[in-house]
């Protein structure tokens, strides 16, 4: 091919039989509908991967806060003379869950704080069934939980906790014995 150039403006080439051929720098109509297609694909497998992410961490930190739970009731159940109670807190980002040991000296009673777990980010929403209602866990408004030394029993009312993302997973209370059940829902 022989490529000539006359004042900058078009390109000819001529092929090898010298015919004269005029280059087109455009796209055409199936290069643009291949590129449209190509971008539609990665977005939607980049939002089954989202979503399929969401409903993971749900039932992600549901699952945490039922092994939390088990460890915070049989640790309780050994515990002779202090006890053990388990808070789940906000703050700006995030959900933790944060263990306590009461010590009680004389009239003094102190909370040392024994271990805490991130949850999950503040995109999931954990409430709790407290005495029939259900109330949200805020920056402001704990979920406490403590279990009696003698036959781990939750002491209180609370006999669901719910861990909502685009799932909602349930953490079911026995409260007689301390026990809990992890349930996906739909």
């Known amino acids: 091919m022989i490529t000539i150039t006359k004042c900058g403006t078009r390109k000819r080439t001529r092929n090898l039989h010298g015919n004269s051929i005029i280059g087109n720098q455009a796209f055409t109509l199936i290069e643009v509908l291949v590129t449209v297609i190509i971008i539609g694909i990665v977005a939607g497998i980049s939002l089954l991967g989202f979503h399929y992410m969401n409903n993971i961490n749900a039932f992600k930190c549901a699952k945490q806060l039922s092994v939390i739970l088990d460890k915070t009731r049989m640790e309780s159940m050994g515990m002779v003379k202090d006890s053990i109670f388990l808070r789940v807190v906000k703050d700006d980002n995030s959900y933790y869950s944060i263990t306590y040991r009461t010590v009680t000296e004389g009239e003094i009673t102190t909370e040392i704080e024994l271990d805490k777990v991130k ?68």
């Open 119 to 186: 949850l999950g980010s503040d995109a999931l929403t954990i409430c709790y069934i407290k005495d029939g209602m259900e109330e949200v866990v805020t920056k402001g408004q704990p979920l406490t939980i403590q279990f009696t030394k003698d036959s781990g029993s939750i002491k209180g009312e609370i006999s669901e906790i719910k861990i909502v993302g685009r799932k909602t997973s349930k953490i079911l209370l026995v409260k007689e014995t301390g026990r809990n059940y992890l349930k996906q829902e739909g």
